[in-house]
């Protein structure tokens, strides 16, 4: 039975080695090949405006994540300035939290931090430590949330924002490419599920307010 006939049944996806877009139609199906020769063709070199063009994508995506992070940041020492008085959320530990992780973040990707170094082990009597492994715990959640997503059920519960949804994904793409590698190995098969799951939910959602779609 067809995701249309059964909403409840899950969609049946699989992305593949070549990380096609997972908020873009997909490619029709080609026309069978011709040539005998099992040799493939080689590719084009890579021109400096592509590379150029690439470069500047990513720094894009890397502006965001760092923009996003650092909202945090100042979200946890807001002060009224109507009254000088901090806002209830005031914490200056939890911005210190965020802080270090961008900094972890930094040095994953061999670039100078704002705090300019590595932060410290946390002692026996202090709260766990920031990780790599927290910026795809942040991004998931975020995706879930904006997926319309009841995190308790793992089912559509509430209004989707497909932009913001689409935003996250692409961050936890982007993060998985750029600093999986120094994550420990229950963070990065964490972040590859999430990622995997969130793909999931948004291209069941983006199907289900398209004219013909199946009802929620």
Do not use: W
Request: negative net charge; without cysteine.
């Amino acid at each position: 039975m067809s995701d249309q006939q059964n909403p409840e049944s899950e969609p049946s996806i699989i992305i593949n080695d070549r990380r096609m877009r997972f908020d873009e139609e997909p490619a029709r199906e080609e026309a069978p090949r011709t040539q005998t020769t099992p040799e493939e063709p080689i590719a084009p070199p890579v021109t400096d405006s592509e590379k150029s063009l690439r470069e500047k994508a990513e720094e894009a995506r890397e502006g965001r994540l760092l923009a996003l992070l650092s909202g945090m940041v100042a979200s946890h020492l807001f002060v009224d300035p109507s009254t000088g008085l901090p806002d209830e959320r005031f914490s200056p530990s939890e911005a210190r939290f965020y802080l270090d992780l961008i900094d972890l973040y930094a040095a994953a990707r061999g670039k100078e931090g704002i705090m300019g170094q590595i932060p410290p082990a946390a002692g026996p009597n202090e709260k766990e430590p920031p990780r790599l492994g927290h910026i795809p715990a942040i991004l998931g959640a975020m995706a879930v949330h904006a997926l319309g997503v009841d995190p308790a059920t793992g089912r559509p519960g509430g209004i989707a924002n497909m932009d913001a949804a689409r935003l996250y994904i692409d961050l936890l793409d982007f993060v998985s490419g750029t600093v999986g590698g120094s994550m420990t190995a229950e963070d990065r098969d964490y972040m590859n599920d999430i990622l995997y799951q969130t793909k999931m939910f948004f291209v069941r959602q983006r199907d289900l307010g398209r004219p013909g779609g199946a009802a929620p």
